[in-house]
């Protein structure tokens, strides 16, 4: 994904945790990718549903 927070890569999560949390920050910014797409496919589902 493109981060315009900037970093390699990482989310911008990181501003909230210092490096001794990494391994949390990362499973956290894993958990809220993974909800942001399934919250997506929810309403991408829903949408053909309403619309079929």
Known sequence: MNNPAGGS??????????HTDHAFAR???TAVVFAFVALSLTLAGATAIVGA
Do not use: H, I, Y
């Open 9 to 18: 890569g990482r989310p911008r999560t990181t501003t909230m945790f210092t």
């Open 27 to 29: 499973f956290f910014d």
